[in-house]
Each structure stands twice: as C-alpha cells, then as structure tokens.
C-alpha cells in the first residue's frame, strides 16, 4: 500500500498567487513526521518544512507553510506569493517511529509545480 | 561549511559490472543514508548507516551494499549492475542532534550521481 499519496502531478500557477499542494499518508504508528522537499531541474533535493506528528502548531518556514489535518492524514504544502524560482518537483515524504539516531524517510510520487509569468 | 558531497557526478557502465558512489556528510553529521531516484519518480531508500553499521534496510537485493567509515564517509556498491539500476543516487546525512540541542529531523541531501547502465 502507497505510504505517501501525491494526486496532483503537474501543477500551474500564477506569479505571486499562493498554492496548494496535496500530500496523504498512511500509517499506523503514533509517533512520525512529514516532510516535505523541492527539487529543481538540477537534482538536489532541498529541505523547505517539517511537521511532527505531536506539534500543536502547524509548521511555518518563510513562504511555506504545512497545513496538517491529523484526523484526515493531511500534510499539504502551501506556498505563498509564488516566485518563477518556484518552479520544481515537490515531494511529501515521512518517517515513523521516535526519533533514534536512524530513520527512514519514505516519499511520495511527487508533484511538478510551474510558475507562470 | 561544506554541505553533502558526492562522487562521481556521473557514471557509465556496463551490464554485469560493479560500481562504487561515494558520499561525504555534512560536517557534523553522523548518519548517512542512501536513496535512489529513477527517472520521475521520488527517491527510494536503500539502507541507513550509523555507527558504521547498516541500521535499516529498504527493499533492496543484496547486490547493494555500502560502508560507513570512521570520519562518517560512506559508499554504495553495487555489483551486478541491471539496466533497472540506472538513477540518479542521492546520499542524505543527518544529525542525531541538532546545533541547537534539539532532536533534528532534517536531512541534507547532496547533488547526487548519475548512473547509467548500458
């Protein structure tokens, strides 16, 4: 079964609107975290936010931000004021479990996000 | 501060052969992870090293194998490379603990080798 389910491949956007990306998860473990990851035509994958299973507050990084829905297993990714250097793959990722010093991160199908001028 | 290297950047082989990767972690960090990327699709993780020993497995055969050393380095093999095997192989280092004393979740990935097999 898909741990991480990403239902939009290709997305659009205008220039300095906000945007939403979808991310579903599966698990059955109390403890885990969700991801999430840009990754430009060059390949490097770049860390941009992270949201503990047990964090009362949804995380905010700068333009980012994670809109988590526990009871829904919901972790979309929401950019604001979108710029051209926007346009990548994202990928929802997650690990389960406490932290130790060793994860897994297992990650989503990803989503191709295009700005438009 | 150097971020995660890699090494090659790219690689060609053969069918049949063996590879090497190579992967450097930010300074620092003590955990190395390996994944693979084939083309569009998201990484797949292939095993964890901590300690210089594999700590967790992905659905991987035991043609992948790798090494943590002392400084922290680590390397991927590969023997009896398919041509399913070409990817693009990303490494991550991650610490246990972050500079600011607090359990760190995030992984720094490097720019990753290219492998295709021919």
């Known amino acids: 079964a898909q741990k991480i389910t990403q239902t939009q491949p290709g997305m659009f956007v205008q220039e300095k609107e906000a945007v939403t990306l979808d991310c579903t998860y599966d698990t059955s473990d109390p403890s885990y975290g969700l991801f999430w990851y840009k990754q430009p035509s060059s390949g490097e994958m770049i860390f941009l936010i992270y949201?503990?299973?047990?964090?009362?507050q949804n995380a905010t990084e700068g333009r980012y931000s994670l809109n988590f829905q526990k009871a829904r297993k919901s972790a979309n990714l929401v950019i604001s004021a979108s710029q051209l250097g926007d346009s990548a793959m994202y990928f929802c990722?997650?690990?389960?479990?406490?932290?130790?010093?060793?994860?897994?991160?297992?990650f989503g199908p990803g989503t191709s996000l295009s700005v438009i001028p | 501060d150097a971020g995660v290297t890699q090494s090659p950047t790219h690689l060609i082989k053969t069918r049949g052969q063996q590879v090497t990767l190579r992967c450097s972690p930010k300074s620092g960090h003590d955990t190395v992870s390996w994944y693979q990327q084939a083309l569009g699709q998201g990484p797949q993780f292939i095993f964890q090293?901590?300690?210089?020993?594999?700590?967790q497995r992905g659905n991987f055969p035991d043609r992948f194998s790798g090494h943590q050393f002392p400084n922290y380095s680590s390397e991927l093999n590969v023997n009896a490379l398919l041509l399913g095997d070409s990817a693009l192989y990303l490494c991550?280092?991650?610490?246990?603990?972050?500079?600011?004393?607090?359990?760190?979740?995030?992984?720094?990935f490097g720019p990753g080798t290219r492998l295709t097999v021919t």
């Open positions: 949201q503990g299973s047990y964090d009362q």
């Open positions: 991550a280092s991650s610490p246990l603990i972050s500079t600011t004393g607090t359990v760190s979740y995030e992984q720094y």
């Open positions: 090293y901590y300690e210089e020993e594999e700590r």
């Open positions: 990722a997650m690990r389960e479990g406490p932290r130790t010093s060793y994860d897994k991160v297992i």
